[in-house]
């Protein structure tokens, strides 16, 4: 009887190994929130709060509704979707003024909304913000 090749039992298993890790690519490339759609923007307006929390010339990432505010030194309110534009990751971190995608590396002006490293292409899209009673509200574009 002939000896079986190991070669080809460890190919198998390199194969089997491997599979979960391609399987975890994937998934970083399709976020989703916990209700098993993909992560978006507000549909309706929503208050992320206190106006006082964006100082003048810096942002704010509000993580939970996918939005950054960004205040500019005369006080203007900018606000933009954090969903990247390349592969509709949420965006989770902030430095400075300048948003980092965890998926592909994508960055974003959080004052303007523009790509500042690619593989992203395409700005934010701007959302509706205002400043109401002390409080800051966000929303769809107008």
Do not use: W
């Amino acid at each position: 009887m002939p000896a079986r090749s190991s070669a080809t039992r460890r190919t198998v298993l390199r194969g089997a190994a491997a599979a979960p890790v391609a399987g975890l690519g994937l998934a970083a490339c399709s976020v989703q929130d916990g209700s098993g759609s993909a992560a978006a923007t507000p549909t309706a307006p929503v208050d992320l709060g206190a106006e006082s929390e964006v100082a003048k010339g810096g942002a704010k990432l509000y993580r939970d509704h996918n939005v950054v505010v960004s205040r500019a030194e005369d006080g203007t309110l900018k606000a933009y979707s954090t969903i990247c534009t390349h592969a509709g990751c949420p965006i989770n971190k902030l430095q400075g003024t300048t948003l980092i995608c965890p998926c592909h590396g994508s960055e974003f002006d959080a004052v303007t909304g523009k790509v500042v490293q690619a593989p992203a292409t395409e700005p934010l899209p701007e959302l509706s913000v205002k400043a109401a009673k002390g409080r800051i509200v966000a929303g769809p574009a107008d």
